[in-house]
């Protein structure tokens, strides 16, 4: 699903003057229906990496395969493009509008797509059903729990029946039980629709719970493997505190 072969980034802060290597090079791959952790201390370069696989940003450097297609050099409507027919994001905010119905922010990413209006909110009950969610759909974000408002995040990922979900500190804004419910649903997800799913994360727990834990350090990908050995040495440690 994902191959990355020496990918950087660079920023030219203060009008070029300050250089910010983000991403040095890094190399790595993502297995169909995979799921994979991306863990490190801020700054690190997990989130410029989670841009770069979501087709929000290009590469300065290297290549970037998403499903065997070069992607590295597409304009912003191509890559818009890949988004919607391939991608579908979880943030850590919700990012819910707080005026529209659950159903009506599922429904949000079919506005830019190819579905028939018509279809939008039977496509969106079925998201909303996929998430514990089914007959929530009139009910406001206000009216919901903190880990039935990130349901209906991962709803509204999942509408557009992406191949690909990249996730940012999905749990970040829950309490540790809803925590664990929330990773529980992105784990039977995985399992049941064959989703690739990419979580960046600071936290251990979740990290643990994936099937392979990437440690990244100053734009580097330093440690590759199975979530206890890599979260158990050293650089693992350090890297997901």
Same mark, same amino acid.
């Given at each position: 699903m994902i191959e990355t072969r020496d990918l950087r980034k660079t920023y030219h802060l203060d009008h070029g003057e300050v250089i910010v290597e983000a991403l040095r090079g890094v190399s790595c791959r993502v297995a169909d229906g995979e799921l994979v952790a991306i863990v490190g201390a801020s700054g690190s370069g997990k989130s410029t990496l989670l841009n770069l696989l979501g087709c929000l940003d290009r590469p300065s450097a290297g290549q970037y395969l998403l499903g065997g !297609? $070069?992607?590295? !050099?597409? #304009?912003? $409507?191509? !890559? @818009? @493009?890949?988004r919607n027919a391939w991608i579908g994001f979880i943030f850590q905010s919700f990012n819910l509008l707080p005026r529209m119905s659950a159903r009506e922010n599922v429904e949000l990413p079919l506005v830019y797509g190819d579905v028939p209006r018509r279809e939008h909110e039977r496509r969106a009950e079925e998201a909303l059903a996929a998430v514990g969610l089914a007959g929530a759909g009139d009910r406001l974000p206000t009216q919901l729990s903190g880990g039935q408002q990130q349901r209906v995040a991962i709803a509204r990922a999942l509408v557009n029946r992406p191949r690909l979900l990249l996730a940012d500190e999905p749990t970040g804004n829950l309490d540790s039980g809803t925590s664990r419910d929330v990773m529980a649903l992105l784990r039977q997800l995985n399992a049941t629709q064959q989703l690739t799913l990419v979580v960046v994360t600071h #936290?251990?727990?979740v990290a643990r719970q994936t099937d392979r834990v990437l440690v990244m350090r100053d734009g580097l990908v330093v440690a590759d493997g199975p979530p206890a050995h890599v979260l158990a040495s050293t650089a693992g440690v350090e890297a997901a505190s």
């Open positions: !297609r $070069d992607v590295s !050099r597409l #304009d912003g $409507d191509e !890559r @818009a @493009a890949i #936290d251990p727990e």
